[in-house]
Antibody, heavy 122, light 109 residues
Framework: QLQLQESGPGLVKPSETLSLSCTVS??????????WGWIRQPPGKGLECIGT???????YYTPSLKSRVTMSVDTSKNQFSLKLSSVTAADTAVYYC??????????????WGQGTLVTVSS | EIVLTQSPGTLSLSPGERATLSCRAS???????LAWYQQKPGQAPRLLIY???SRATGIPGRFSGSGSGTDFTLTISRLEPEDFAVYYCQHYGSSPLFSFGPGTKVDIK
């Protein structure tokens, strides 16, 4: 059973960079057709996909956040990471990491981490 | 840009009743890339349905998905107490590449 676990600071100051990591266990991060995604959910609101990364480092960032987002992958640690720069209070949210399956016959977020709340405040 | 709209915003039903949730796309999309998720308070979303109508592993048979083009439906045939939650539809393949609907809350009447 694949498991994902987010880690990182729960409090970030405005204008600074939010940094989170996701450790994958129970399976290899290096699998074709697997992508690794970050999704966020502001308190009381809906879900927004921030972007995805493949084990080879191919990335997709959602257009509204593209200028501030960097994702990376470390296959030796079975881990992938998110950096979001110049944060404001609007970036306060629960951040989830997830396995994204994309094939010719399906696409879905199949496994999710438990989520970590990141608050942007001075 | 494809926008997903879900209705109703809130559905108030009793255990044992049938729930019908709607997800409408602003233009025709491929059902191959339409998924549904369930989210309970304080928990991560859970994949229910992918490819518009295929149940994910371990999902009970009372959950079913259908639809094509712009209109998709998630049906819960008989609500169990654990089914009261928020449900999101999600599509892959347009800009943004991964988009979620705003959700439908199913609460106890």
């Amino acid at each position: 059973q694949l498991q994902l676990q987010e880690s990182g600071p729960g409090l970030v100051k405005p204008s600074e960079t939010l940094s989170l990591s996701c450790t994958v266990s129970g399976g290899s991060i290096s699998k074709t057709s697997y992508y690794w995604g970050w999704i966020r959910q502001p308190p009381g609101k809906g879900l927004e996909c921030i972007g995805t990364i493949s084990y080879s480092g191919s990335t997709y960032y959602t257009p509204s956040l593209k200028s501030r987002v960097t994702m990376s992958v470390d296959t030796s640690k079975n881990q992938f990471s998110l950096k979001l720069s110049s944060v404001t209070a609007a970036d306060t949210a629960v951040y989830y990491c997830a396995l994204v399956v994309v094939t010719a016959t399906r696409s879905s977020f199949d496994y999710w981490g438990q989520g970590t709340l990141v608050t942007v405040s001075s | 840009e494809i926008v997903l709209t879900q209705s109703p915003g809130t559905l108030s039903l009793s255990p044992g009743e049938r729930a019908t949730l709607s997800c409408r796309a602003s233009q025709s999309v491929s059902g191959t890339y339409l998924a549904w998720y369930q989210q309970k308070p304080g928990q991560a979303p859970r994949l229910l349905i992918y490819g518009a109508s295929s149940r994910a592993t371990g999902i009970p048979g009372r959950f079913s998905g259908s639809g094509s083009g712009t209109d998709f439906t998630l049906t819960i045939s008989r609500l169990e107490p654990e089914d009261f939650a928020v449900y999101y539809c999600q599509h892959y393949g347009s800009s943004p590449l991964f988009s979620f609907g705003p959700g439908t809350k199913v609460d106890i009447k």
